[in-house]
C-alpha cells in the first residue's frame, strides 16, 4: 500500500522503537502479535507501517496526542505523519462521540486491553467511518510506567 500523504522515512529509528513496544505489549497483555513471524525491528516496523490494518497510538498526556498511525490510518483519516503526531486523539472523533470514546479509554485503562470495541470516527476533511472489532490496549515502558494506548483494526465502512 502506498499511501496517499507524506509520511515519515522507514529508516526512521523512532518506527522501529515504538513498534517494538506496540508488539511487546500486545503480546503481554492478549499474547497475539502483529505479525505472523518474528523479525529485525526494522523489517516489522515496515511491515507494519505497510499492513492492511490500522494501528494508531497516543500518549499518556492528560490530553492524549497521537504518536503512531501507519499508512492505512493515515489514509482512513485522510492525515499526513506531521498532523497526525501533533492531533490529539479525541479529534479522532466527532464531538458527539467523544463521551463513548472517553469511557472506552478508560475500560481499557481499567482491564489492559479490549478487543470489542466499535465506533464512528471522522477524517480530517470530515468523512465519517465506523470502525468494528477494535483491540485497544495500554502502553507500558520498560520501567512498567503506562505511557499512552494503541489501537487496532481491520474492519470499517464509510457512511
Not at 135 to 159: E, I, K, P, R, Y
Request: charged residues 20%; proline residues 5%.
Amino acid at each position: 500500500m502506498t499511501p496517499a500523504f507524506p509520511y515519515p522515512a522507514e529508516d526512521n529509528a523512532y518506527l522501529a522503537e515504538h513498534v517494538k513496544l506496540l508488539r511487546s505489549c500486545l503480546r503481554t497483555l492478549t499474547g497475539r502479535d502483529l505479525l505472523e513471524q518474528d523479525c529485525p525491528p526494522a523489517e516489522a516496523a515496515r511491515r507494519i507501517f505497510h499492513a492492511p490494518f490500522a494501528l494508531l497510538s497516543h500518549n499518556a498526556a492528560a490530553d492524549p496526542v497521537l504518536t503512531y498511525g501507519n499508512c492505512t490510518v493515515l489514509d482512513l483519516f485522510e492525515l499526513t505523519w506531521q498532523e497526525l503526531t501533533v492531533m490529539p486523539s479525541r479529534c479522532t472523533a466527532e464531538a458527539i462521540e467523544r463521551e463513548e470514546r472517553a469511557r472506552l479509554l478508560a475500560r481499557v485503562a481499567a482491564a489492559g486491553f479490549i478487543d470489542d470495541y466499535a465506533g464512528v470516527r471522522i477524517s480530517k476533511n470530515g468523512r465519517l467511518f465506523r470502525i468494528e472489532q477494535a483491540v485497544v490496549w495500554n502502553l507500558t515502558d520498560a520501567q512498567g510506567s503506562f505511557c499512552g494506548q494503541a489501537a487496532m483494526f481491520a474492519n470499517w465502512t464509510f457512511l
